[in-house]
């Protein structure tokens, strides 16, 4: 081994280290980006199958590992359907250039950021203090005109009266999510799809489900007010957060849209000229 690095060049050195370095941290965003996912029980289950192929031949269990290995083979075409959301995320990712890089929004981006935040969180305090369900979507990086347009179009500034009116139950938009785009609402009464996962349980209702499946779908950040507790949750890449008071509210949601994929692209931006 040694002998053979003696003979290498630097520069070949360095284009080897280059070329696992860049190889690690491709495995690494990757497996930021699934977890707290299902796919984190479906990669087990596979690394399982995978071991019990070669256990199953040494062990001379003929007729087990026939059914393995053919099980195997499924895998090929199985995987990326049962991976779809997160391999759709992914190729998300690199088609923005987040995943390797990330901005930062522009400091006039930072003012309709700031006044956005304030307006939601404002608006999620009100609702949660009189258990009025809501279920608030903020659009990133990756688009939601086809589930804007299953709801009814607003085309307003975002502000609390808006939203906590919205709301109001028995109202006809109150059924339904509000799709915001930067500092606009773009639509009410959307519909959403809801997890197939197994992490909401049976204590969560469809608001929450919906939050999560739309997350799993996109890059967005959803919110949700529970009727029933007032609890406030935010929902990203597949994983909810829950029990937020107004301040972490406030936090996390800066947190989540300051950052942005790609300094080219400007988020806030693009939704003020909405």
Same mark, same amino acid.
């Given at each position: 081994?040694?002998?053979?690095?003696?003979?290498?060049? $630097?520069?070949?050195?360095?284009? /080897?280290?280059?070329?696992?370095?860049? @190889?690690?941290?491709?495995?690494?965003?990757?497996?930021?980006?699934?977890?707290?996912?299902?796919?984190?029980?479906?990669?087990?289950?596979? @690394?399982?199958?995978?071991?019990?192929?070669?256990?199953?031949?040494?062990?001379?269990?003929?007729?087990?590992?026939?059914?393995? @290995?053919?099980?195997?083979?499924?895998?090929?075409?199985?995987?990326?359907?049962?991976?779809?959301?997160?391999?759709?995320?992914?190729? +998300?990712?690199?088609?923005?250039?987040?995943?390797?890089? =990330?901005?930062?929004?522009?400091?006039?981006?930072?003012?309709?950021?700031?006044?956005?935040?304030?307006?939601?969180?404002?608006?999620?305090?009100?609702? /949660?203090?009189? #258990?009025?369900?809501?279920?608030?979507?903020? &659009? #990133?990086?990756?688009?939601?005109? =086809?589930?804007?347009?299953?709801?009814?179009?607003?085309?307003?500034?975002?502000?609390?009266?808006?939203? =906590?009116?919205?709301?109001?139950?028995?109202?006809?938009?109150?059924?339904?999510?509000?799709?915001?785009?930067?500092?606009?609402?773009?639509?009410?009464?959307?519909? *959403?799809?809801?997890? !197939?996962?197994?992490?909401?349980?049976?204590?969560?209702?469809?608001?929450?489900?919906?939050?999560?499946?739309?997350? &799993?779908?996109? !890059?967005?950040?959803?919110?949700?007010?529970? +009727?029933?507790?007032? $609890?406030?949750?935010?929902?990203?890449?597949?994983?909810?957060?829950?029990?937020?008071?107004?301040?972490?509210?406030? +936090?996390? *949601?800066?947190?989540?849209?300051?950052?942005?994929? /790609?300094?080219?692209?400007?988020?806030?931006? #693009?939704?003020?000229?909405?």
């Amino acid at each position: 081994m040694l002998q053979f690095l003696h003979t290498m060049s $630097w520069t070949s050195v360095l284009l /080897s280290i280059v070329d696992v370095a860049i @190889v690690a941290y491709g495995f690494y965003r990757f497996f930021i980006l699934i977890r707290g996912t299902r796919a984190v029980q479906l990669i087990k289950g596979i @690394v399982v199958l995978l071991v019990a192929v070669p256990v199953s031949q040494w062990l001379r269990l003929y007729t087990t590992h026939f059914l393995l @290995v053919k099980i195997e083979d499924m895998l090929v075409v199985a995987i990326p359907i049962v991976f779809q959301p997160e391999l759709r995320r992914a190729l +998300e990712h690199i088609g923005q250039g987040g995943f390797f890089a =990330e901005g930062l929004l522009a400091p006039h981006e930072e003012n309709h950021l700031t006044r956005t935040v304030d307006e939601i969180a404002r608006a999620c305090d009100h609702l /949660s203090r009189s #258990r009025t369900g809501a279920l608030l979507v903020l &659009e #990133r990086q990756t688009g939601l005109n =086809e589930y804007a347009a299953t709801g009814t179009p607003i085309g307003a500034l975002v502000s609390s009266p808006l939203l =906590e009116n919205i709301f109001v139950p028995n109202t006809p938009l109150h059924d339904g999510a509000v799709i915001i785009r930067g500092d606009k609402v773009v639509a009410a009464a959307a519909f *959403l799809p809801l997890t !197939d996962s197994a992490q909401p349980g049976s204590e969560l209702g469809s608001r929450h489900r919906a939050a999560i499946g739309i997350s &799993e779908q996109s !890059d967005a950040v959803a919110i949700a007010v529970s +009727e029933e507790t007032g $609890w406030i949750s935010i929902a990203t890449e597949g994983r909810l957060n829950r029990r937020l008071e107004d301040r972490a509210l406030r +936090e996390l *949601l800066t947190r989540l849209l300051r950052t942005k994929s /790609s300094p080219g692209l400007k988020l806030w931006h #693009r939704g003020a000229n909405s």
